[in-house]
């Protein structure tokens, strides 16, 4: 489960310049860049002899065509059009993808299936893509908690070699530490998950940007994403993870997709009770804007920092908002979209959705761009004939400093090392989300020290949290 990122969005919808670099202004060490790859880049093709007679070389492969297909949430009636985003990216890539030559001299296909907040859907749509595609990329299906079809399909031999699984997101740990999965998002579990008390990263970075711009002694609310078993066990390591870092918390509450407004009432009399200065956002943009609405219709006045993921990096955040969401901060673990020009990867992205961009949307052009990585690798080293779903496994667990271009902060996609300690901050400032740490365009805080272990039993955890 990456903590920051899957605890934030079910109940409503979680830069650009000359340079690809990420760097570490707060520390005294050398800037930090990110390198687009490990031996391919990852947005240009790589050196390849077209003139070859391809072959139909595993499942979803022809001579002519790589299928791929995309899973995502999207037709629940409890969110809908939730991970729409991810889908648009997919299909906005594979036309930006054709348009500069292709992948391992082939076009790119894909596919859809909308997983619909259902498991049975879920597992449906491995089966489909195990039937019809070389693998999954861009995946966002929070309840996916049978990966079988998955670890178990066949290749064009019929042996089980299993269907590549590189995800925008993985929030349940079934597929998270599936060993065919592989997550361009941090990764705050160690896998193989045991039962009890386990070792799980968090990124408290930011809780201690606010406490150096808001003092210590911050206490106040949490807002729980509470629709799902998985969600909710997801918050617990963030939440203990940011009182360990030095928040007090005078209620972790859940919240739902189905609140409606009124829901808000008693939670910011709680918040008005307890004179919060501090209300995390673990849910999704609508949680905030409802949260912020009736603290402004309450006249709660005492919270210093309100805080969000990049659930609330969404132009419904701005525009439903309005002005009861001034200054709210935002953690993010990417470039953003207002600095694309820093970043060619992210500038790609931006202009190939332009009115469409979203922060899922992005997560799920990177799970692209690193399935085009571990592509070049496999094509790179035994041509476009050499390209199966055994090959291209290989090449994505030899990834280890996976950046998008520089977009993200490096990091591997799978197991030590998956979780990067970058991160930037965001405010929402007359209306628009703008950079407010660190100060350059195009950088991140990348200090190791961001990173924080702790163990928790997120079952247990959860289970205290009503």
Known sequence: MTAILAVCMLAGACSRSASNKVSSPTTAAPATTAPATNGATTSTAAATNCNTTLQATDVGITP???????????????????????????????????????????????????SKLDPTESKNGLIDACQNAFAMVGNNALFNPDMSPATGCV??????????????????????????????????????????????????????????????????????????????????????????????????????GAD????????????????????????????????????????????????????????????????????????????PFEEASTNPADEAYVTALGSKVDSFGANGWQAALAFQQAVNLVVGKSGPNGLTRASLLTALKGITNFSADGWIGPKALQGPGSYSPCYLVMQVQNGKYVRVYPAQLGTMDCNPSNLVTLNVDPVAEGAKIK
């Not at 299928?67 to 036309?95: C, I, K, R, Y």
């Not at 998002?185 to 045991?194: D, L, T």
Request: net charge negative; charged share 15%; aromatic share 8%.
């Open 260 to 335: 409606a407004q009124p829901a808000y009432t008693p939670r910011v009399q709680i918040a008005k009770a307890k004179g919060s200065t501090y209300v995390y956002d673990g849910s999704n943009d609508v949680a905030m804007i409802r949260m912020r609405k009736e603290s402004a219709a309450q006249g709660l006045d005492t919270v210093k920092v309100w805080a969000c993921s990049i659930a609330c990096y969404t132009k419904a955040f701005l525009a439903q908002g309005g002005s009861a969401v001034e200054g709210t901060y935002l953690f993010m673990n990417s470039l």
């Open 155 to 256: 290749d064009k031999n019929g042996v089980a070699t299993g269907l590549p699984d590189v995800v925008a997101l993985a929030n349940d740990i079934n597929e998270l530490c599936a060993p065919v999965t592989f997550d361009v998002q941090n990764v705050s579990e160690h896998c193989p998950i045991i039962s009890g008390p386990r070792p799980e990263i968090v990124n408290v970075g930011p809780i201690k940007w606010y406490q150096q711009k808001f003092g210590t002694g911050l206490h106040g609310i949490y807002m729980v994403p509470g629709d799902l078993p998985t969600t909710v066990q997801s918050a617990t390591y963030n939440i203990d993870a940011q009182a360990q870092a030095g928040i007090t918390w005078d209620a972790i509450l859940k919240v739902s």
């Open 64 to 114: 002519t065509t790589i299928t791929v297909e995309v899973m995502a949430d999207v037709g629940s009636p409890l969110a809908p059009g939730l991970f729409q985003g991810n889908l648009d990216a997919l299909n906005a890539f594979a036309t930006y993808v054709n348009n500069n030559g292709g992948i391992a001299c082939r076009k790119l296909v894909v596919r859809t299936w909308d």
